[in-house]
């Protein structure tokens, strides 16, 4: 049983007492190289939590140091730009982890090592302060019985003195009767103390020894012992302590093998393939530039198709109108950059509607109240209140319709079809319509307050147009929708003037450079199906061949 219990407890079965009793310098030393290693456990401890802060500030500058900065949107999507930015990111959490190390550190080894060497320190302070004091009491008991011993000795030396001296003076026949006895008495004398000092050193012997006996078996060993357990119990804190250090570095570890994991997750989607997609789809192509045409001194030169290098003259009012709405608004994004751009502005309206719903709420009760309580509100502030709830009503209403407005815009562009049109008292109409419809009613109206607003979803650029079908595949600045035969008039273009299905005459010679233009020559004669004010016009011949062709190469009839 005592074997079990030294061994759960650490404690060792031997004491220093019994074998190191006679080594005290031996232990001073020891239980002195304890406190000092202790101390050097400290300054470990400390000088680690410095380097888990350092190191956590310099991942943290060098987060900042190489932080992509004045990044274009679109270059931000590439592959290895997310990659990167999910390595600053995750040196970031490292840098956090790092400093929870610091600061489990100080919490839990620092200020406990601070303490055991504390408390080990003052242990050992009053136990060799008690060493000391029974190392004086042993010396006083060996001082007095020696002092004891040389009294018994020299009244001993006296006593026999003294009864020589009586010897001699009985046997001188000449010594008087006086001096006899006076010899006697001496002697008499000296014998007593000897007697005296002599019972006194037997007690001191007596004394000494049993002192002594509980010196050595008893407080001696025990003190030694005490010294040992204030050592064993620095050992097995110093040993927590450290576990504990372990503990709380390791306690990082899943963490941060998740950031690693992070970081090859993001390694692995690195794609060159489509790094290279996502720049082809931001970085729309143009038409090459037409080939070039003979021209006979003297005669009047063709102008230069629509194209790539821009080189149409004919800029009207419309086109300068657009190219500012293109700067302005969302018309030259891409269209996934387009799509993020019409869902926050979607969120943005919704916002607004909350708003003026909770005003229009809170309106309503106060009205309530005052026609319950009508000595609390006059009627001039219930009108005005009413007055306050028309305005909201108004107000939402507008944000309704530019709501509706912007998703279709949304679904234009996702290729859906049209959500249905909202009932907004007196201002919408009780049917759902069709995204042509509620589109076209939603921009006319915008365009004719002055507004810039994003064009309607109604053009389509000449290499997004389907001959065919008057449907477009995505959205973007120049998409056409068809408006369905409901009775509404086919729209006039304000750039060329020319209404759909209109007859004009060929200008010039055009040979076709993509599958949907049309091949056209000096003087004949077509028919007008579409024009979207890009500068291309849908037109058809007479063998009921369809396509595209040029609008500056073209004349309306008057």
Known sequence: QAVVSTQSTGMSELNWGETLWDQW???????????????????????????????AKSLRGLKKRYKLKNIEDDTANFSTIKTYNVFLGQLDLIARDHEIVA?????????????????????????????????????????????????????????DAASQAFARVNEDMNATKAQVEKSRSQMNYRQDLMEKSKGDYIISVETTNNNQHEYYHQRWPGLINQMQRCEENRIEELKSILIEHCKINSSILPHITTCIDSMMESCEKINPAEDSELLMEERSNQPYPPDHVFIEYGSKAPPAAFGAHNNSTRKTKRDRKKTKVNKEGLENLPPEKRKKAFKEKIKEIENKIAIQLKARAALEEILELYSQ?????????????????????????????????????????????APE??????????????ITSSVSHISASHSTSGEAELPPPDQLSPHEFD?????ANEFNSDTYYEVPDNNIPPPVDPVSGLAMCNQCTVLYDYAAQHGDELDIYAGELLFIIEDNGTGWVKAKRNDNEIGLVPGNYIELFT
């Open 25 to 55: 310098d031996r232990v001073q030393e020891h239980t002195d190289h304890g406190l000092e290693f202790t101390k050097k456990c400290q300054e470990f401890v400390r000088d680690r939590i410095k380097v888990e802060i350092e190191y």
């Open 373 to 417: 309580k009508p000595e609390l509100g006059s009627a001039d502030a219930m009108e005005d209140s009413r007055a306050q709830i028309d305005d909201i009503t108004q107000t939402l209403d507008k944000l309704q319709e530019e709501l509706y407005k912007y998703q279709c815009y949304l679904a234009a562009l996702m290729d859906k079809s």
């Open 467 to 471: 001959p065919v079908s008057p449907t």
């Open 103 to 159: 600061e489990g550190l100080q919490e839990k080894v620092a200020e406990r090592l601070k303490a055991i060497h504390k408390e080990t320190t003052n242990n050992r302070k009053n136990l060799c302060n008690t060493a000391n004091q029974l190392q004086h009491e042993y010396k006083e008991w060996q001082v007095s019985l020696e002092r004891n011993q040389q009294k018994y000795e020299k009244a001993a030396k006296e006593a």
């Open 421 to 434: 049109k909202p009932h907004i008292g007196s201002h919408l109409q009780a049917d759902a319509v069709s």
